[in-house]
């Protein structure tokens, strides 16, 4: 039961919709409009349109709330006639009229004319359309192409840089390597000379033990027997060697690990405004002289033919250039 009340409230013209001419009482909505009796039909109203061969000239189309637009506002006549001198609708009446000496065509006749140009003028949007189209493609394709080589330049110099920290720390620990080891010689070096002094001193407080004995020796001659079977005191071999440098040993290595680094940072600055520069050069790359030239080829010279032009189109500039006016 809701439904079929539903379904019938359906039926009646609301404010927006075009209502049936013919409903006495309440209106039902309209299903077409008649152009020839400017009139709108509800279904049932409309049925003998469809039925009766009188109508068969009538022209039925969806249902419009304008069709009052229809009428002369003076006459309360039909428009069936264009005047092309005011670019205006007219009824019979006003052509017999005020518009006696200007230029009328059926309005049938102008619709078609013009029927003709917007087809004209639709053809050449789906024209622009379809050369836009190919445009955003090939920029499309262009976005495809920056990101990849983009990808593929992020990824080798991030390869290429992670070459050079490993070279750097491979250097690092081979400097590190060889300091370790020069040290090890150093001081194994230094500490022989040490043990051999210490050996000398010790054989030396021995000598003096001897010789303390000796001294105090009362009987001259066991002094003097024994006195010639001392060995004379030898020179030293390694003291008079030795020479104590100045503390520096490895500094001169950082000093020229320092230049190291002071030359890399040198090299560094002058190839980075390299590699900076190149970066920066992409944009012309990709803009001359390719996209450029794929433009171009998607630019077309269009001329206008003056004898479909419309009356109140000035061409120019060897029908390139179009102006409207308010002239013929
Ligand atoms: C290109 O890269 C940008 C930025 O990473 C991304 O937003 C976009 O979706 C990518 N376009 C294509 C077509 O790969």
Request: charged share 30%.
């Amino acid at each position: 039961m809701e439904q079929r009340r539903d379904h019938q409230d359906n039926c009646y013209a609301g404010p927006q919709d075009a209502a049936c001419d013919s409903c006495t009482g309440r209106k039902r909505k309209a299903v077409k409009s008649c152009l020839v009796c400017l009139v709108s039909y509800c279904e049932d109203h409309l049925q003998p349109h469809y039925d009766s061969p009188n109508f068969k000239k009538h022209k039925l189309v969806d249902p419009s709330k304008k069709l009052q637009e229809n009428f002369c506002s003076r006459h309360d006549e039909v428009m069936k006639i264009f005047c092309r001198t005011d670019q205006q609708c007219i009824c019979y009446l006003c052509n017999m009229e005020e518009h006696q000496d200007h230029e009328t065509v059926p309005a049938a006749t102008e619709r078609a004319e013009k029927q003709k140009e917007l087809q004209e003028s639709r053809q050449q949007i789906h024209q622009r359309i379809q050369d836009r189209e190919e445009i955003v493609n090939l920029f499309q394709q262009e976005v495809e192409a920056i990101n990849v080589s983009a990808d593929k330049a992020v990824e080798d110099s991030e390869k290429i840089f992670t070459e050079l920290i490993r070279l750097l720390q491979k250097r690092s620990s081979e400097v590190k390597q060889q300091i370790r080891s020069q040290q090890e010689t150093e001081v194994s070096r230094v500490k022989g000379l040490q043990e051999k002094l210490e050996q000398e001193i010790t054989e030396l407080k021995r000598k003096d033990a001897e010789l303390e004995q000796l001294s105090i020796t009362e009987d001259h001659n066991q002094f003097l027997l024994n006195y010639p079977s001392l060995p004379a005191l030898r020179e030293s071999t390694h003291s008079s060697r030795i020479k104590i440098r100045p503390l520096r040993y490895f500094t001169d290595v950082t000093a020229a690990v320092s230049e190291l680094r002071d030359k890399l940072q040198d090299v560094l600055r002058d190839t980075w405004r390299i590699i900076s520069l190149k970066v920066n050069e992409v944009d012309d790359l990709l803009s001359e002289p390719e996209t450029r030239t794929e433009l171009l080829r998607c630019l077309q010279e269009i001329t206008m033919d003056p004898n479909t032009a419309s009356i109140f189109l000035l061409l120019s500039e060897g029908n390139r250039k179009v102006t409207l006016t308010n002239q013929q």
